[in-house]
């Protein structure tokens, strides 16, 4: 059973830059969550996406936005990136009937 | 707004004695309630989860236990090892939404 997997690893841009991460879920999952995480904080809701549709959103700005593909891969797109941008990002695929949502090993943006 | 709260930033115990992490929260519309563990450089493991209509679940070492009247639930791993040192983060879930609280780091000492 593979797990989620993100890429890339790290990113560095620069404010005002757009970004796109990616996250392969779970084998069999069909929902994808996307969270962010601040230095020190827990990871933040930032919104779900089911059957290529997006479930629910946290409080977010729309430049924030979400891709789900057919085979349930997923991208984070964001715009305008601004300083505080700079957290970990990380993903997590479940399917619809569990609540435990697995997640990947995240992607840092630092954000200059 | 805070509404999952994790007071302890960390947690020092020995091995082989009773690790109790605590969590609050604000809202009674949570249907579910997790514990999360984390490693540096790895996203976070489930570890157990209880329904808001039960007050207590068990899983092996670990145990959660949820006091609906206090808003309260906490985490028992007995006995402790030295491989259970992490960040332990207690979420809320309502249908799609998670919240996490900010996370305790334990710390096992041999």
């Known amino acids: 059973e593979t797990g989620v997997t993100q890429s890339p690893t790290h990113l560095i841009k620069t404010r005002g830059q757009q970004v796109t991460l990616r996250c392969s879920s779970q084998s069999g999952h069909n929902t994808v969550s996307w969270y962010q995480q601040a230095l020190g904080q827990g990871p933040q809701f930032i919104f779900q996406y089911y059957r290529e549709e997006e479930n629910g959103r946290g409080n977010f700005p729309p430049r924030f936005s979400g891709l789900q593909f057919p085979n349930y891969s997923s991208e984070l797109n964001v715009n305008a990136l601004e300083l505080d941008d700079s957290a970990l990002y990380l993903c997590?695929?479940?399917?619809?009937?569990?609540?435990?949502?697995?997640f990947g090993p995240g992607t840092r943006l630092t954000v200059t | 707004d805070q509404q999952v709260k994790q007071n302890s930033p960390s947690l020092s115990v020995q091995e082989g004695r009773i690790s109790i992490l605590n969590c609050d929260y604000t809202n009674s519309m949570f249907d579910y309630f997790l514990w999360y563990k984390k490693y540096p450089a790895e996203g976070p493991t489930f570890l157990i989860s209880i329904s808001s209509i039960k007050d207590k679940n068990e899983d092996g070492r670990f145990t959660v236990f949820l006091n609906k009247s206090a808003k309260h639930l906490s985490l028992h791993i007995v006995p402790s090892q030295p491989g259970d040192s992490a960040v332990y983060f207690c979420a809320a879930m309502k249908t799609y939404f998670m919240r996490f609280g900010a996370g305790t780091r334990l710390t096992v000492k041999p």
């Open positions: 997590a695929s479940s399917s619809a009937e569990s609540v435990e949502q697995y």
